[in-house]
């Protein structure tokens, strides 16, 4: 795979998220945005290692700019694995220090880390030291029993001194028994005042907001204070604000594309997964936010979610709903 030609910002980014951010759902977002950097969901170094690595790693030239998450705690494999996402052109490689999951927890990986910044700062030198590709972690403001500000200043000094000089802090702690990932991404309170004091008292290190951001004017907002802002759930679920970012946080003249050209854009690389073996729904699944909010809205959704396991002909349903895109 080609190395990207695209200079990698993290103004603005969309974030990792599980059985969401595979490839075909990165692939439509950049039909969206050129700028936003984009995440693959969590791979652990066990995947990677032990597994098809291909399929892990697998993606389109379009997608870059792109970064790959690991989730893992052992420096050797870590390093291993990031000497596999170099050799695939990955512009990013991204240790997880967030996911709050018990499964997770199990084998040292997410958000248990930040009980342990020296085992981080182990992992993020270790890799480093294997590649030229940058490497940032993802975490946290804290966990439960390790939530002061003193211990996050603590994490990210520690982490800082191996060498790491960007960070994305979703701006909750985590609470690792009792509550579900959805829960920690709901219950404890968002803290934007503690990641603003971060990036104040760190002021030479990249700080990326993240958690519960909504709207571009938010981002446009967040970014007097932070280097960079990254969306999660909002960006997959309405994902045509994607549209708007590289004009109004990247500066670029160009108009946002419509609704109705983003499906088209998907078509040839819907036909080809079909031709491929592969099912419309792997790809349409993740394009069901683009309709929200007009007549029609509904139907789309029905048509690529429902209808199209019932259908001999499932191209001919997203022609039906790109009709419904008309002049949107």
Request: glycine share 8%; with cysteine; charged share 20%.
């Amino acid at each position: 795979m080609s190395i990207a030609a695209k200079p990698l910002s993290r103004r603005f980014s969309v974030a990792p998220m599980m059985d969401w951010t595979d490839r075909h759902c990165r692939y439509f977002l950049r039909q969206l945005s050129s700028q936003a950097l984009l995440y693959t969901e969590m791979v652990t170094t066990g995947a990677l290692l032990h597994n098809d690595a291909a399929r892990f790693l697998r993606y389109d030239s379009s997608e870059h700019p792109l970064a790959l998450q690991l989730g893992g705690s052992n420096p050797g494999e870590l390093a291993a694995c990031a000497k596999m996402a170099e050799a695939h052109g990955y512009d990013e490689v991204n240790l997880n220090v967030g996911c709050p999951s018990d499964r997770v927890q199990n084998n040292m990986i997410g958000a248990c880390l930040m009980g342990h910044p020296q085992l981080v700062a182990d992992c993020v030198k270790a890799m480093q030291d294997a590649v030229a590709t940058p490497v940032t972690v993802k975490h946290r403001i804290g966990i439960n029993g390790r939530d002061s500000y003193a211990e996050l200043c603590d994490f990210v000094g520690t982490v800082r001194d191996a060498g790491c000089t960007s960070f994305t802090v979703h701006a909750r702690i985590a609470i690792l028994e009792g509550l579900s990932p959805k829960e920690n991404r709901e219950v404890p309170p968002l803290r934007y005042d503690v990641a603003a004091q971060l990036k104040q008292d760190f002021p030479d290190l990249e700080i990326i907001l993240n958690g519960g951001i909504k709207t571009l004017e938010e981002c446009q907002q967040h970014l007097a204070t932070f280097d960079g802002v990254m969306l999660g759930r909002e960006a997959y679920h309405n994902p045509y604000l994607l549209a708007q970012v590289d004009q109004l946080l990247f500066g670029l003249e160009q108009p946002p594309l419509s609704r109705a050209d983003a499906l088209a854009r998907m078509h040839p690389y819907i036909e080809q997964h079909i031709a491929s073996g592969g099912l419309m729904h792997h790809i349409t699944r993740h394009m069901l936010g683009l309709a929200q909010g007009f007549p029609g809205a509904r139907r789309f959704r029905q048509l690529l979610s429902v209808d199209i396991h019932k259908s001999k002909d499932p191209l001919a349903l997203l022609d039906q709903a790109g009709e419904l895109l008309a002049g949107r």
